[in-house]
């Protein structure tokens, strides 16, 4: 009995058995490394007492889960907010871009410019002491204005992204350049462009944490005050543990989501109904009317 030799790849050559074994022991000595990079951290953790009751006693308060819970119920209402407001602001100045109306491009091009290339930090400080508006709105204006800006790029390079050929057929069907945008160009575009939206608001879920440095209580919010805390022994190491899984937790469940919508993008759409449509078959001799005919 032969056995079939594995095909070789278009772009590499197959690793012989000395490359197999030299990888697997590459692979060990990761794991290893790995698994010494995790064991000292756990012993400088255990060494510093960053487990000890003590530091892990305010979680059980009810006070204490009644202060993350309602950082994390103000972080969410700044990030659904943001979400809100981005995705207007990047669809409208996004079609600005693509306007044909030359002072229309220019401004739209100015202010995605603009808003892109200033530091977040800078305008959510500038909202909140220039202007004097309440925290939870200087926070969502400056995430607003930098991801939305961000996400007209964006759009307008899923736009651009869509072959010419779809653009000028529809012209050449009598449509306006309203109807083509919404009717051909971004019904095509939203596959391309989903994985960067949802990224882009990856970016401003973790960003609502910059709430704290203008005293928007926040889900970090709350955790500096557990972890600065000198009563509870200054529990900074436990409450980032606490903190850092529910924010990965969140990513995550974004990330999830935005893999979930590609799928149901990518499935085609279920036809339902019609008329019955006849089994096929092999029929020998004349058609019926040429037997009619003999």
Request: net charge positive; proline share 6%; with cysteine.
């Amino acid at each position: 009995m032969t056995v079939a030799a594995p095909s070789a790849s278009a772009l590499y050559d197959l690793p012989g058995p000395k490359a197999r074994s030299r990888h697997r022991l590459y692979g060990v000595l990761a794991l290893l490394g790995i698994a010494g990079l995790l064991a000292w951290l756990g012993y400088e953790l255990v060494s510093t007492g960053q487990f000890s009751s003590a530091k892990w006693a305010p979680f059980q308060y009810v006070g204490i889960q009644e202060l993350l819970w309602h950082g994390l119920l103000n972080t969410l209402k700044a990030f659904g907010l943001t979400v809100l407001l981005a995705l207007p602001f990047g669809a409208l100045f996004a079609a600005g871009r693509l306007s044909d109306h030359r002072v229309v491009r220019w401004f739209s091009t100015v202010v995605v410019e603009f808003f892109r290339a200033m530091p977040l930090l800078v305008m959510i400080f500038f909202i909140f002491v220039a202007m004097k508006v309440q925290p939870l709105w200087a926070l969502v204006a400056g995430l607003t204005l930098y991801n939305g800006s961000v996400l007209a790029e964006v759009f307008r390079a899923g736009v651009r992204a869509v072959p010419r050929g779809q653009r000028e057929a529809a012209f050449a069907l009598g449509l306006r350049k309203t109807q083509v945008m919404a009717y051909v160009l971004v019904p095509q575009a939203n596959r391309a462009m989903l994985p960067s939206i949802i990224s882009q608001l990856v970016v401003a879920l973790k960003d609502t944490s910059l709430g704290f440095l203008i005293t928007y209580e926040e889900f970090l919010h709350a955790g500096k005050l557990i972890a600065t805390n000198l009563d509870y022994d200054l529990p900074f190491i436990p409450v980032v543990m606490v903190i850092a899984p529910i924010y990965i937790g969140m990513c995550l469940l974004l990330s999830w989501l935005a893999r979930w919508v590609e799928r149901r993008g990518r499935r085609s759409p279920r036809v339902r109904g019609g008329a019955p449509v006849a089994a096929a078959g092999v029929t020998t001799g004349l058609p019926p009317e040429a037997q009619a005919q003999e």
